[in-house]
T-cell receptor, first 118, second 115 residues
Framework: GAVVSQHPSWVICKSGTSVKIECRSL??????MFWYRQFPKQSLMLMAT?????????EQGVEKDKFLINHASLTLSTLTVTSAHPEDSSFYIC??????????????FGDGTRLSIL | AQTVTQSQPEMSVQEAETVTLSCTYD???????LFWYKQPPSRQMILVIR??????QNATENRFSVNFQKAAKSFSLKISDSQLGDTAMYFC????????????FGAGTRLTVKP
């Protein structure tokens, strides 16, 4: 089946540093990838939609200068949390859309990244 | 905008029994997809079952089945013969079939299967 690899799975860093999270589709091409944020005991909240070769579309309230998204190839999207602060600590999950028949476009999720800012 | 509502924050069931998780949604679309995802403590998102809105037949996957009521905008998940490994958060999700088709999730239901 389709596999999405997300790396790193857990990162701890100091306040003020930037952190990059990678999302790769291993055995399929993904023209669109999605980035979600999940706070403890809460649901997944869509942060942005990443399209290969174009600018990401951010959800309302998500700072695009804080959360930089790059989707340079059909198998890789990256999320960079710039100048991270403790309030950015969260669980970040990516998903990739595998294009099958028109309309039947399942998303496959990575295993998530636990980000802790000290 | 589409909204997904799961009104049961927590539920429990005895092993081998049957449990039903509720989900309602709001949309003006006529065609869309609905999903149930399972998130165990490992936090991996696992697709349990999916339903296309244009299909009247309810989807089934082994012990998992749905009751899809399009007019009522209801999409409940039934788990039969519950197993300890079914303990997890369950999220109902809605997806449009076009326009980048991002997925919208409900708040989740924490299911505990008791031995």
């Amino acid at each position: 089946g389709a596999v999405v690899s997300q790396h790193p799975s857990w990162v701890i860093c100091k306040s003020g540093t930037s952190v990059k999270i990678e999302c790769r589709s291993l055995d399929f091409q993904a023209t669109t990838m999605f980035w979600y944020r999940q706070f403890p005991k809460q649901s997944l909240m869509l942060m942005a939609t990443s399209n290969e070769g174009s600018k990401a579309t951010y959800e309302q309230g998500v700072e695009k200068d804080k959360f930089l998204i790059n989707h340079a190839s059909l198998t890789l999207s990256t999320l960079t949390v710039t100048s991270a602060h403790p309030e950015d600590s969260s669980f970040y999950i990516c998903s990739a859309r595998e294009v099958e028949q028109w309309g039947n476009q399942p998303q496959h999720f990575g295993d998530g990244t636990r980000l802790s800012i000290l | 905008a589409q909204t997904v509502t799961q009104s049961q924050p927590e539920m429990s069931v005895q092993e081998a029994e049957t449990v039903t998780l509720s989900c309602t949604y709001d949309t003006s679309e006529s065609n869309y997809y609905l999903f149930w995802y399972k998130q165990p403590p490992s936090r991996q998102m696992i697709l349990v079952i999916r339903q296309e809105a244009y299909k009247q037949q309810n989807a089934t996957e082994n012990r998992f089945s749905v009751n899809f009521q399009k007019a009522a905008k209801s999409f409940s998940l039934k788990i039969s013969d519950s197993q300890l490994g079914d303990t997890a958060m369950y999220f109902c999700a809605f997806m449009k079939p076009y326009n980048n088709n991002d997925m919208r999730f409900g708040a989740g239901t924490r299911l505990t299967v008791k031995p």
